[in-house]
T-cell receptor
Framework: NAGVTQTPKFQVLKTGQSMTLQCAQD?????MYWYRQDPGMGLRLIYY???????DKGEVPNGYNVSRLNKREFSLRLESAAPSQTSVYFC??????????????FGDGTRLSIL | DAKTTQPNSMESNEEEPVHLPCNHS???????IHWYRQLPSQGPEYVIH???SNVNNRMASLAIAEDRKSSTLILHRATLRDAAVYYC?????????????FGTGTRLKVLA
């Protein structure tokens, strides 16, 4: 089983460029999440989608937009990339909504560098 | 906002028990305590979670203090494959907004 698939795995951008990170899950999960992880730190929640058709801000949403394209796919867009957005980005999904305590299943991350 | 505090690193000998502590003194009454671990170049992997009572599963045990201001993840027999960064996380809602707050994690080194 593929689980949570993120593309691309690596990307280098110049300041001001735009970029969409893709995430797809094949587990028929209802909720999906985007996190960023900076060196030596834990993950911080950027946006989440409790169910298809809904999105909400997390802890650090500034500079990002998201789209829940369908139940399987949840994309993260950087409209005008800044060096402060250099990070590893993780997508996750969970079977039930955020009101439950279902574990989250994570992808292997996208390593994004902005020069 | 509630947060978690963990030691930066710990060491254990193989096949011995490991106790990984986490302080969360500002936890609210409805926050759940989750634990994940992360291997190099991988996404986090769920380990266990609880609210008030101690919990056991096939991977680990979670001991939660009576006042809920701290918790301990217990690996009963550490193996080399358990070497990872372990994160203690508070899950809940603040002013109607979902929160999933990761700490900085404890890097566990397992010695053969």
């Amino acid at each position: 089983n593929a689980g949570v698939t993120q593309t691309p795995k690596f990307q280098v951008l110049k300041t001001g460029q735009s970029m969409t990170l893709q995430c797809a899950q094949d587990m028929n999960h209802n909720s999906m999440y985007w996190y960023r992880q900076d060196p030596g730190m834990g993950l911080r929640l950027i946006y989440y989608s409790a169910s298809e058709g809904t999105t909400d801000k997390g802890e650090v949403p500034n500079g990002y937009n998201v789209s829940r394209l369908n139940k399987r796919e949840f994309s993260l867009r950087l409209e005008s990339a800044a060096p402060s957005q250099t990070s590893v980005y993780f997508c996750a999904s969970s079977e039930q909504g955020v009101m439950s305590n279902q574990p989250q299943h994570f992808g292997d991350g996208t390593r994004l560098s902005i020069l | 906002d509630a947060k978690t505090t963990q030691p930066n690193s710990m060491e254990s000998n193989e096949e011995e028990p490991v106790h990984l502590p986490c302080n969360h003194s500002t936890i609210s009454g409805t926050d759940y305590i989750h634990w994940y671990r992360q291997l190099p170049s991988q996404g986090p992997e769920y380990v266990i979670h609880g609210l008030t009572s101690n919990v056991n599963n096939r991977m680990a045990s979670l001991a939660i203090a009576e006042d809920r201001k701290s918790s301990t993840l217990i690996l009963h027999r550490a193996t080399l494959r358990d070497a990872a960064v372990y994160y203690c996380i508070l899950r809940g809602f603040t002013s109607g907004t979902y929160k999933y707050i990761f700490g900085t994690g404890t890097r566990l080194k397992v010695l053969a």
